[in-house]
């Protein structure tokens, strides 16, 4: 009862079931979550590069069971910016040298936010045929970027560790069929993990996947590679996939292609070339020749999250005869609508796993719109020549060898004395890496091959510019002068 001895209206299960917010509501929230993401990328420069995730305790005590009744937006968004993002490297800034960086570019933003808004069902074309046009549209572009031919058809996915996947799926169908054990796979020393992980998924047990040496540039040594496939038949096995590099992850070395791709013609096998990270340099024509090779390749996996600077998450495949990629997804079903001529129109269910799917087209679709292919190919040649300059002026500092040059924009380091040994070098090299990363300046990672620690520096993100490279280049100098190992 009211106090005025009325009865208080009550909730109908319509009302309480309503999960609609009025339009007014909306745009406060679109605003709110606008203003604090323009904030946010506006003060990076300013951020931490490596930020603080050492937070066991803090995390721990982010566990919580699933709440009852729903609170506002603006709390959220306060933990979520001044708390949660915070504690985690700063993938997004201009000092993130670490790993591959994916700087996220503003309009691929807009873009979730347009496709998440209408969601709109893209696994098939009659769905949205404009949607999966334009999507299509985006895989061509791809083609046409790689050198590959019109008989190309691809997919996007969430990265190459899942193109790498169906790739190696593709392979294995034209190549292997039903007696799976007796293929074998070949990949250097210096191939990223998800190669061997996609092959064991894709039925390639571990004792049929080869790891061929490499050269003091950290490129697969193809003799050996043609010394391996030929044992292997003569062991009775079935030689079928060769997968190379376009930029390695430890030292950014790009596999001879050109002649890993003879190699494959002669003995008739798949030639993949795991191009995640370098592949789109092949879009600056004075680049090319660095990436001899790379549009003879049977499948290129490439993630447009790290060289073409979209988000996390934007992966794609390509495969040289589309007809490979649908012959290995094509599937319907009683319940699904007719499919389109598939020499007019594009269908992505039937040239890759997933049915259920957004629209992750529509992000490389609005940036590659709003930039134009020239203004892409600008920055991606800046970033090759900053890293050539980065690499040069920290190959001058005393006690500093320069291990890996830059093949692309990746190049590695570690500090050296005249008889140190190698445990002390890697020790001192480690050292080093640690404080520079402390300074918050700048975000630089590290990796082991052939029993040497190496500091690596990716410069990929389309917000490092000259002066983080100059605050680079300051911190690594203080830091070498620093080292004991130097100091002996």
Known sequence: ?????????????????????????????????????????????????????????????????????????????????????????????????????????????????????????????????????????????????????????????????????????????????????????????????????????????????RSIPVDAEFRMRTGELSSRIAADRAMGLRPFLVVSSAGTTNTGAVDPLDAVADICASDGLWHHVDGAYGA???????????????????SLALDPHKGLFLPYGTGALL???????????????????????????????QHGPDLSRGFPGLRVWLCVKMYGARRLRTAILEKRTLALEAAERIGRLPGIAIAAPPQLSLFAFHLARAGATLADENAATRAMLDRVVARQRVMVSGCQVDGRFLIRVCVLSFRTRRDAIDRLVDDVRQEAEASSLLAV
């Open 1 to 209: 009862m009211t106090a005025d001895g009325d009865s208080a209206p009550t909730t109908t299960l319509a009302d309480a079931a309503n999960l609609e917010f009025t339009a007014d509501e909306m745009h406060a929230m679109s605003d709110a979550v606008a203003s604090r993401i323009i904030d946010h990328i506006a003060r990076l420069s300013e951020q931490p590069a490596a930020g603080v995730v050492a937070t066991d305790a803090f995390c721990r005590g982010l566990r919580e069971s699933a709440p009852e009744t729903g609170v506002s937006l603006d709390p959220l968004l306060a933990d979520l910016f001044d708390q949660y993002v915070p504690r985690s490297f700063n993938t997004a800034g201009p000092g993130y040298f670490a790993y591959i960086p994916a700087g996220g570019l503003f309009p691929a933003a807009l873009a979730d936010f347009i496709s998440n808004g209408v969601n709109r069902f893209t696994g098939i074309w009659l769905a949205a045929p404009a949607l999966v046009q334009l999507e299509a549209n985006v895989l061509d572009w791809f083609r046409d970027w790689m050198g590959f031919p019109p008989s190309t058809r691809g997919l996007l996915t969430t990265g190459s560790s899942m193109a790498t996947f169906n790739a190696i799926v593709c392979a294995r169908e034209r190549h292997l069929g039903a007696d799976i054990r007796h293929g074998v796979v070949y990949a250097s020393s210096q191939a990223h993990h998800c190669v061997q992980k996609s092959a064991r998924l894709a039925g390639i047990q571990r004792d049929r996947i």
């Open 280 to 298: 789109f340099f092949h879009m600056c024509e004075e680049l090319r020749p660095l990436l001899a090779g790379l549009s003879r390749a049977d």
């Open 319 to 349: 495969v040289r005869e589309g007809a490979e990629l649908q012959r290995v997804h094509a599937e319907t079903a009683d319940y699904m609508p007719g499919m389109p001529d598939a020499d007019a129109f594009y269908d992505p269910s």
